[in-house]
């Protein structure tokens, strides 16, 4: 089950994330969602679909990926606090909206780093250091896993949030994530509470240490992405969706 109940100083600052979301958004492109109660569902509960999978963050943390406007990362912060995290975008706008919102919501034990996660994989302080790495709608997955497993340490995870049509996407990515360091993957299927759409969160877990020559240079993954050789298998287990409850008034 995951879930979540929060208090009423918790749904106070959600509303104000909310409200500095949709007015920042008239001034940049933050987010495409601007009704208040998709932001509450689509942003926010959708962020809070991982709660259960990141409770072991410890004390190396968690880093989110390309967060854009906080997404997953935040939510999640918010409701567990004693996480230690990092959020990472490659956009000097976005990553100025985040330090207004660090200051707005009075937050300030999150380290907020403007790289790209190429940049970063390499980073000798952010290499193999984290303890779970998140992404959220950022790049398909064979993609996605030369950008976040690096950052990963040896016994920690990867968590990418995908709609429901990820299977092909991921069986294309088995042979990156092997290359890369990964385990097998599993894919927990979800629902969001009022609208009912579906979701897929890939849990890849990193098994092995990532080849020094990877991740490779800014903008070569998604240009060239790792491919995968005839025969390759790796297997993926689909578990049955704990399904989301959290107690919610605004």
Known sequence: MVGCELDAGQVDRFMLYMKELLEWNTRMNLTAITQPAEVVE????????????????????????????????????????????TLMDSQQKRIGFLRHLMETLKLDRVQIVHARAEEAGRHEGMREYFQVAVARAVAPMAVLAELCLPLVRTGGMMVA?????????????????????????????????????????????????????????????????LRQPKGFQLSVVTTPNPSLRCSWKY
């Open 42 to 85: 689509k942003h926010f509960l959708d962020s809070l679909l991982g709660l259960s999978l990141i409770r072991m963050a410890g004390e190396k943390g968690l880093i989110d990926v390309g967060t854009g406007a906080g997404f997953p990362g935040l939510p999640l912060y918010m409701v567990m606090p004693q996480i230690k995290l």
């Open 161 to 225: 949030w995908k709609g429901p049509d990820v299977e092909k996407e991921l069986q294309d990515a088995l042979h990156a994530i092997a290359m890369l360091g990964g385990g097998d993957p599993e894919v927990y299927a979800m629902r969001l509470p009022f609208s009912g759409d579906a979701r897929r969160l890939v849990v890849v877990p990193k098994v092995r240490t990532t080849p020094a020559e990877y991740p490779r240079r800014p903008g070569i993954p998604e240009k060239r992405p």
